[in-house]
């Protein structure tokens, strides 16, 4: 286990050497809120970081962040610090549990719109300075579809949305896909169903998107698994301790420990065409 002075001196060796790794963004969202996305994407990370990947989670939640909060790692500097040009990306940059990386969204600031053109454009570079240092870079956003987020999905790789079984989450999950879809973007999409009681569940609430998307926006979302409903994740979130460490034999981080091997068993066979350079154009075209 790395603690935080090793992890940071790995992190500016790794800067030091310059451009390495082919870095990967994913977004993970949901239609509605509180499904479990923060978590989600805590502990996938986490199951990333234990394979052997460097992983770098980056609270996309301006408004309600809390992935420090769920790893009980108070941060120092955040997002805030690096939009108001306080701080640079690599300062910002803050070590949780197990040296997992990760960047602190802040709390009340109101929409990255809002900032000038050259507040964003040194957002952009700042971000685009981890381009080769990490392999993938997770931005974990809030619910629904704020601007910010439609930019973050649209620029992003690939966007995993979260649902669980009830049908306003279902709803919200195909209703975004929809808008995103209607905006004229070409998103990847794929799913994962939180919160299920069996596979049956999973499989059931999955199938009801899929042929939704299928039928009405010709879309193909592919599943990337299930997550059992387990109480080990709010006992976990008490504890202000990822799931991954707190219980890592649990019903719920085996589903997430098997999302994360399907994910980099799929992943292997994506094109990389819509890499990280490809990312910041985006960014850029879709603020300016
Ligand atoms: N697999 C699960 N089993 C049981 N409870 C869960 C599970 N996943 C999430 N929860 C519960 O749901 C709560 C909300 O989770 P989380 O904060 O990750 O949701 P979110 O989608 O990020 O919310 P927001 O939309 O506010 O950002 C957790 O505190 C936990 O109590
Ligand atoms: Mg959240």
Same mark, same amino acid.
């Not at 957002?123 to 997770?138: M, T």
């Given at each position: 286990m790395l603690d935080q002075a090793q992890a940071l001196r790995h992190l500016v060796h790794s800067k030091d050497e310059g451009s390495a790794k082919t870095t990967r963004v994913i977004t993970v969202t949901s239609g509605k809120g509180g499904v479990g996305k923060?978590? $989600?994407?805590?502990?996938?990370?986490?199951?990333?970081?234990?394979?052997?990947?460097s992983v770098l989670i980056?609270?996309?939640?301006?408004?309600f962040a809390n992935i420090d909060i769920l790893m009980g790692t108070p941060a120092k500097y955040n997002l805030i610090h690096l939009l108001k040009g306080e701080k640079s990306i690599w300062e910002i940059i803050q070590v949780g549990p197990s040296g997992l990386q990760f960047i602190a969204g802040g709390s009340g600031f109101q929409d990255l719109v809002q900032l000038s053109d050259r507040e964003l454009d040194y $957002?952009?570079?700042?971000?685009?300075?981890?381009?080769?240092?990490?392999?993938?870079?997770? $931005?974990d956003t809030g619910a629904g579809l704020s601007k910010e987020t !439609?930019?973050?999905? =649209?620029?992003?790789?690939?966007?995993?949305?979260?649902? =669980?079984?009830?049908?306003?989450?279902? =709803?919200?999950a195909y209703a975004l896909i929809k808008m995103i879809n209607g905006m004229g973007h070409s998103a990847s999409f794929?799913?994962?169903?939180?919160?299920? !009681?069996?596979?049956?569940?999973?499989?059931?609430?999955?199938d009801n998107i899929r042929q939704v998307a299928?039928?009405?926006?010709?879309?193909?979302?592919?599943?990337?698994?299930?997550?059992p409903d387990d109480t080990s994740v709010t006992k976990a979130v008490r504890r202000q301790t990822p799931l991954s460490i707190a219980f890592p034999?649990?019903?719920?981080?085996?589903?997430?420990?098997?999302?994360?091997?399907? $994910?980099?068993?799929?992943?292997?066979?994506?094109?990389?065409s819509r890499g990280f350079t490809g990312f910041m154009q985006r960014m850029k075209r879709l603020w300016s």
């Open positions: 923060s978590n $989600f994407s805590l502990n996938f990370a986490m199951a990333l970081q234990n394979r052997g990947y980056f609270d996309a939640d301006i408004s $957002f952009a570079e700042q971000i685009g300075k981890l381009h080769g240092h990490l392999d993938f870079i997770l $931005f !439609v930019k973050f999905i =649209t620029a992003a790789e690939e966007t995993i949305v979260v649902t =669980t079984p009830e049908p306003t989450s279902i =709803t919200d794929r799913l994962v169903v939180n919160r299920v !009681v069996d596979d049956r569940e999973g499989h059931q609430t999955a299928s039928k009405y926006l010709n879309m193909d979302i592919p599943v990337l698994g299930f997550v034999n649990s019903e719920a981080m085996r589903g997430i420990d098997r999302i994360a091997s399907r $994910f980099l068993l799929e992943e292997r066979s994506l094109s990389s």
